[in-house]
């Protein structure tokens, strides 16, 4: 597994911008398939995007498509996140995610790599 460390949440307000980084340990990081995810408290986590082991595929579900962006830096060892345009309801904690894989996933138990999460507020 690869050791993730999130970074870039905040307080901003609604219709600004945050980027949110991921930093992975290790030498293998461009194996992984790489993904964000959000979780309200009693909710279940959701999937926000995901990007291939190259970057030149990505996705994203409609909640957060046109808004958001994920990106990768191969050589930093870096996934990003840049959320424009956010809204109040965009306000959780945010997680990015890895495996090992030749596809994209979008559901949590697909990933076994996890960040501690990094808090996102959107004030109205």
């Known amino acids: 597994q690869v050791q993730l460390v999130e970074s870039g949440g905040g307080l901003v307000q609604a219709g600004d911008s945050l980027r949110l980084s991921c930093a992975a340990s290790?030498?293998?990081?461009?194996?992984?398939?790489m993904g964000w995810f959000r979780q309200a408290p009693g909710k279940e986590r959701e999937f926000v995007a995901a990007?291939?082991?190259?970057?030149?595929?990505?996705n994203y579900p409609d909640s957060v498509k046109d808004r958001f962006t994920i990106s990768r830096d191969n050589a930093k060892n870096t996934v990003y996140l840049q959320m424009n345009s956010l809204k109040p309801e965009d306000t959780t904690v945010y997680y990015c995610?890895?495996?090992?894989?030749?596809?994209?996933?979008?559901?949590?138990?697909?990933?076994?790599?996890w960040g501690q999460g990094t808090q996102v507020t959107i004030s109205s």
């Open positions: 990007i291939s082991r190259n970057g030149g595929t990505t």
């Open positions: 290790g030498r293998t990081f461009s194996t992984y398939v």
């Open positions: 995610a890895a495996r090992v894989g030749n596809i994209l996933y979008y559901t949590s138990r697909q990933y076994d790599s």
